[in-house]
């Protein structure tokens, strides 16, 4: 049975970057949001006259905290009708049919072994809700590596979060990693998050038990798990999330 709809209100928009926004949305007909962290939610948006092309699906970027309001972080699609009419049209106080939570793309009941978060863009969302819960709620874990592609420093998404979550959670490592930052400042690592998976597991005499969960664009998606196979992984060790 697929979830029912419900109409949520925008009660807060953020520009995150030149071309991504953080969207508050609050549900009212739920006293709480129950969700998983890694779920996402699908706005029907009045872009088209067919229902099935006026879907889009966001991850939910905050944690499970007991309200009915949750965080989407969207970035603008050239071109893209669903993140046009999020970017032109909707403003506080708008209302957007959703349904959700949805997916299966949420942690191990056991964090047993090491977790492998690697994203890029706003493919850090489902991690922060993750790596969040996972603070707040004290869950038993071994160490997580969040290794996160940009461009730019100025594309990046929550950086003072995830680096006071670094401060806070213990194990819990941040590695953001820039393709094209030329600034001398730049305090984190230079390159594409491939090299710094492989660099960490390749640096193990045997192999380190792993969960990866992989999340953003295709390309860098079905690059990850083909290097990540060929590490003698298995399939099942191997969660995905593709955007676009």
Not at 3 to 28: C, S
Not at 57 to 76: F, R
Request: glycine share 8%; net charge negative.
């Amino acid at each position: 049975m697929l979830e029912q709809w419900h109409t949520g209100y925008v009660t807060r928009i953020v520009n995150e970057t030149h071309n991504t926004r953080r969207f508050w949305i609050q549900i009212p007909d739920m006293e709480a949001f129950d969700f998983k962290p890694g779920q996402f939610v699908t706005l029907d948006l009045p872009i088209h006259e067919k229902k099935n092309k006026r879907w889009r699906s966001y991850s939910i970027a905050s944690h499970p905290n007991g309200t009915n309001e949750i965080e989407l972080v969207i970035v603008l699609l050239e071109g893209g009708l669903g993140t046009t009419y999020l970017f032109n049209e909707v403003k506080e106080g708008s209302e957007l049919l959703l349904r959700g939570p949805l997916g299966v793309f949420v942690l191990p009941e056991n964090l047993d072994r090491d977790l492998f978060l690697i994203c890029t863009g706003t493919g850090i969302a489902p991690f922060r809700s993750m790596a969040r819960y996972i603070c707040e709620h004290g869950v038993p874990h071994k160490n997580i590596h969040l290794i996160y592609g940009s461009r730019y420093i100025g594309d990046l998404l929550y950086p003072e979060e995830m680096r006071q979550l670094q401060a806070s959670l213990p194990n819990f490592q941040y590695i953001p990693t820039l393709s094209r930052e030329e600034n001398p400042d730049w305090w984190g690592r230079k390159g594409y998050v491939h090299n710094i998976y492989e660099e960490m597991l390749q640096g193990h005499a045997e192999k380190l038990p792993a969960y990866f969960f992989l999340c953003g664009w295709k390309n860098m998606i079905d690059e990850a798990k083909q290097r990540i196979l060929a590490m003698g992984y298995d399939r099942k060790d191997i969660h995905l999330e593709l955007y676009g």
